[in-house]
């Protein structure tokens, strides 16, 4: 048997003054209880209890060794107690990064909602499209669209964003409308993307049946940031792709037109990416569950919503 549980065998037979009175209590057989009392005295080196024909008492060891046993036993009862209240009611700070069009559009506006289902967790939320590294700046979990870098972090997939082709009403105008993939060489520029993962002009994607094209565009403009990205394409700068959720307002006014449609870009992988570990904490495994739920609505091929 372990410490612990020899420690509570002690305690209730001190407190019980009887082996077959705490072995009742405890639910074992008394000869169990003997013989841990019999270890945990060779393991101390101390006499712990002094027996009569009618009781138990602990020795002098055994009243300073009960004392130490049972404050012990309070702090890991407590400990234990927290945590079960903890998985049953989640609660405790989460550190959170995100890019902050997914953070503005999709995050927070459904947040008032969780903070009610689970108003003991408290949130920190950082917005960045760089790759972070979690355990240098102690973040619980990140948010992250693309292709992901090998890791030994684990990534749980909670989305595929169906992702659109366009260009300003004004690019347009001045570049003409693009009719088939070929034309793309033809006078038109894009706005390159920079991946926060290589550091390199990530290209034009458009899906050719079930094949895959990377269109490699001249560009006089490189953004890193998905604001930027965005404003660049609306400021007529070049061609970009984007997820539909991102852009239907734009499209819906007019300053966006949807170049391409027949070749459509292949749908954008978002991850929730966390630390490796036993057992997520329940405040962190309730809010992936929960990212999930807002979020998979959107994925290509969901329900009108």
């Known amino acids: 048997m372990d410490q612990l549980q020899a420690m509570r065998v002690f305690t209730r037979i001190v407190e019980l003054g009887s082996f077959t009175r705490a072995a009742d209590d405890l639910n074992l057989p008394r000869a169990t209880l003997t013989h841990t009392i019999k270890r945990l005295e060779t393991r101390l080196g101390a006499h712990l209890l002094q027996r009569t024909t009618r009781s138990v008492r602990p020795t002098r060891d055994g009243e300073i060794y009960y004392g130490h046993c049972v404050r012990l036993l309070a702090d890991v009862d407590e400990v234990e107690s927290n945590f079960r209240a903890a998985a049953e009611q989640p609660q405790g700070r989460l550190r959170v990064d995100m890019p902050g069009s997914v953070a503005r559009h999709m995050v927070v506006p459904a947040l008032p909602a969780f903070l009610a289902r689970y108003p003991r967790i408290e949130l920190d939320l950082s917005t960045t499209d760089r790759f972070i590294d979690l355990v240098q700046e102690g973040v619980d979990c990140v948010l992250r669209s693309g292709t992901l870098a090998d890791s030994t972090l684990v990534a749980r997939r909670v989305a595929l964003l169906p992702q659109i082709t366009v260009a300003s009403a004004d690019y347009v105008k001045k570049h003409?409308?693009?009719?088939?993939?070929?034309?793309?060489?033809?006078?038109?520029?894009?706005?390159?993307?920079?991946?926060?993962?290589?550091?390199?002009?990530?290209?034009?994607?458009?899906?050719?049946?079930?094949?895959?094209?990377?269109?490699?565009?001249?560009?006089?403009?490189?953004?890193?940031?998905?604001?930027?990205?965005?404003?660049?394409?609306?400021?007529?700068?070049?061609?970009?792709?984007?997820?539909?959720?991102?852009?239907?307002?734009?499209?819906?006014?007019?300053?966006?037109?949807?170049?391409?449609?027949?070749?459509?870009?292949?749908?954008?992988?978002?991850?929730?990416?966390?630390?490796?570990?036993?057992?997520?904490p329940a405040r962190l495994r309730v809010f992936i569950d929960w990212l999930a739920e807002i979020i998979a609505p959107l994925s290509e091929g969901a329900p009108p919503r």
């Open 176 to 280: 003409g409308m693009p009719k088939s993939l070929a034309d793309l060489s033809q006078g038109h520029f894009a706005v390159n993307w920079i991946s926060p993962n290589s550091w390199r002009p990530t290209p034009l994607e458009f899906l050719v049946g079930r094949k895959l094209h990377e269109v490699d565009m001249p560009s006089r403009v490189t953004a890193n940031g998905s604001d930027a990205y965005l404003a660049c394409c609306e400021a007529g700068l070049g061609i970009a792709q984007f997820p539909s959720y991102r852009i239907e307002a734009a499209l819906a006014s007019g300053r966006l037109k949807e170049l391409l449609p027949q070749f459509p870009s292949p749908p954008l992988p978002v991850h929730v990416v966390y630390r490796r570990q036993g057992v997520l």
